[in-house]
C-alpha cells in the first residue's frame, strides 16, 4: 500500500533545517518527498492520502556507537535476531558491537554477523587477544575483514599496551575505543561516590576511577602528538570532562543514554538501572553531561545495550553483571528529558543520537533521500507501549508510563507499524 502523508514535520540531515512537507511511502521505501512526492501521487490510484498529526517527525535512522552482544545464536539474554527486531522497533538502524563475546571477537572469521537489509550491523575488532591487555589480536587481518575500528574491554589496558598500539595504529589508521576506566580504583563500588552511596549503604565508587586512566590516556596522546583516531567511551563524571575541556584537541567521546537520564539521587532504590558500568552518577555529573552533549564536547550517545538473563537480572546486585539493555525506550526518553525538558532542537537530539555517532564510527550520516528506507516516523505524543524484541531482563523503564513512539519505520515490515491509516484517511487518488 502506498501512503502520502501531508504536513508533517521533515528533518532531511545534519545542517538542515526542520521543515513542513509531503512524503510518498511505497511499502518500507520512502519514495518521495516535497513537490516530487505529491506529482508522483495525483499520478497513481493506489494512494492512500493522509493528514499527518502535527507532532508527528520523519527523521533518518539513529545509530549506536558501541553495544554488547555475547551469544550471536543461541544467546538466552539475546539473540542476533531478537536484536535487530528490538533495533528496528526503535529506530535503530545501524548498531557496532563491542568485540566482548562469549568467544571474543579477536579473530577475523568472528566478525562475519550480517542483518537483513536495510539494518546495518558494524564490529569492532579486538585490541588485544581475549581481551586480556598481554597480546595483540591480528589488528590488520581484523580490518581487512570488516571491523569498523578496535576495541578493548571496558577497563583502560596496561599503557605499553596502548603505546604499542599507538605506533601500529598510525600505520593502519582505524579508530582505537578505549574505556577511560581502572576496576583497580573502583574500591569494588558500583555507585559513584557521594550522598547517594552514603544513604543506601553500598559501596561507593570514587570519580578517581576514570580521570586517573582518563588522565594517562590524555597525556599519550599529547606525548606522542599521535594522529590515530582515539574514541573514549562513556564518560560518566563531571570532573572527566573538566579534563576533556583542557585538552588542547580532545578526542572523540561517547556517553550513555542512561547517565543522561538519570542520577544516583533521582532512581528508585528498586529500580532497574543502578547496576551500570561506569558508575550511575550525582546529579551535578548527569547536568554536566547534557551540556558537553550540547555543546559538543562529547560527540554520541551510546545504548551500550548489555543484555541479562532472568537467571542472571535475580542474583544481588554486587553479584551480577553491570549493564542495563533494550532501545526502544531511548528515543522517546530522551525526547522528553531533552527536548521537552530542557528546550533541545529535534536537530539537536538527531546530532547526538544518529549523526554524532556516525562521525564517531567514521561512516557516513544518515539522510532521507528518495528510495531509502532508513527513516523512522517519531510521534512524541503518542503513549509508549513495548514491542516485541529483545529477550534481555535488565531493560530499564519497562514499569514507567512513557510517553513517545516510534510509529513506523522503513526498518519494518508495514505490519508492525503503530498508527493506523484507516483512520485518518483523508481522500484517496
Known amino acids: 500500500m502506498k501512503f502520502l502523508l501531508r504536513d508533517l514535520q521533515f528533518l532531511e540531515g545534519p545542517n538542515q533545517p526542520l521543515r513542513r512537507t509531503s512524503v510518498l511511502l511505497a511499502g518500507q521505501q520512502m519514495l518521495a518527498f516535497d513537490q516530487q512526492a505529491e506529482q508522483l501521487a495525483a499520478l497513481d490510484a493506489e494512494v492512500v492520502v ?23 545464536e543461541l544467546g538466552p539474554a539475546e539473540t542476533l535476531k531478537s536484536l535487530g527486531i528490538e533495533c528496528a522497533a526503535a529506530g535503530y538502524g545501524s548498531v557496532a558491537l563491542l568485540p566482548q563475546a562469549r568467544c571474543w571477537r579477536d579473530q577475523p572469521e568472528q566478525l562475519q554477523l550480517q542483518w537483513p537489509q536495510p539494518l546495518q550491523l558494524h564490529c569492532w575488532g579486538a585490541l588485544s587477544l581475549a581481551g586480556d591487555g598481554k597480546a595483540f589480536a ?8 570488516g571491523a569498523i575500528g578496535l576495541a578493548e574491554s571496558e577497563s583502560i589496558p596496561p599503557m605499553p599496551l596502548l ?89 572523540q ?33 548527569r547536568c554536566r553531561l547534557r551540556q558537553a552533549l550540547r555543546s559538543g564536547l562529547l560527540q554520541a550517545v551510546a545504548v551500550h545495550h548489555c543484555p541479562l538473563d532472568l537467571e ?3 542474583l544481588p546486585l554486587d553479584q ?14 530522551l525526547w522528553h528529558a531533552l527536548v521537552e525538558g530542557e528546550g533541545w532542537s529535534a536537530a539537536e537530539l538527531w546530532q ?9 564510527l567514521g561512516v557516513r550520516p544518515e539522510i532521507l533521500v528518495p528510495g531509502s528506507s532508513r527513516w523512522l516516523l517519531f510521534d512524541p505524543q503518542h503513549p509508549f507501549s513495548y514491542q516485541a524484541g529483545s529477550l534481555a531482563a535488565n531493560r530499564p523503564l519497562r514499569q514507567e508510563q512513557l510517553i513517545g513512539q516510534v510509529l513506523a519505520t522503513g526498518l519494518q515490515a508495514p505490519q508492525a507499524w503503530r498508527w493506523d491509516p484507516g483512520a485518518k484517511v483523508s481522500q484517496t487518488y
Do not use: K
Request: net charge negative; hydrophobic share 45%.
Open 50 to 72: 493522509l493528514q499527518a498529526q502535527s507532532q508527528w517527525l520523519i527523521a533518518p535512522v539513529l545509530v549506536d556507537p558501541h553495544s554488547i552482544l555475547e551469544d550471536p
Open 138 to 145: 591480528p589488528h590488520r587481518e581484523l580490518l581487512q575483514a
Open 163 to 251: 603505546e604499542r598500539a599507538v605506533v601500529l595504529g598510525e600505520v593502519l589508521e582505524a579508530p582505537l575505543l578505549l574505556a577511560p576506566r581502572d576496576q583497580a580504583l573502583t574500591q569494588g563500588g558500583f555507585v559513584r561516590d557521594g550522598v547517594a552511596a552514603l544513604r543506601l549503604g553500598w559501596p561507593g565508587d570514587p570519580p578517581a576511577s576514570e580521570t586517573l586512566p582518563l588522565a594517562s590516556l590524555l597525556a599519550l596522546i599529547a606525548a606522542t602528538g599521535s594522529a590515530l583516531p582515539f574514541r573514549l567511551m562513556n564518560l560518566s563524571t563531571a570532573a572527566a570532562l573538566d579534563q576533556l575541556q583542557n585538552c588542547q584537541q580532545p578526542p
Open 253 to 285: 567521546a561517547s556517553v550513555s543514554w542512561w547517565h543522561l537520564l538519570t542520577h544516583n539521587a533521582e532512581l528508585n532504590p528498586q529500580a532497574e538501572g543502578w547496576r551500570v558500568q561506569p558508575s550511575l552518577g550525582g546529579e551535578l555529573d
Open 312 to 314: 542472571e537480572q535475580l
Open 320 to 333: 551480577r553483571r553491570p549493564g542495563v539493555a533494550g532501545y526502544q525506550a531511548v528515543l522517546p526518553s
Open 352 to 360: 547526538a543520537l544518529s549523526w554524532g555517532p556516525a562521525s564517531f
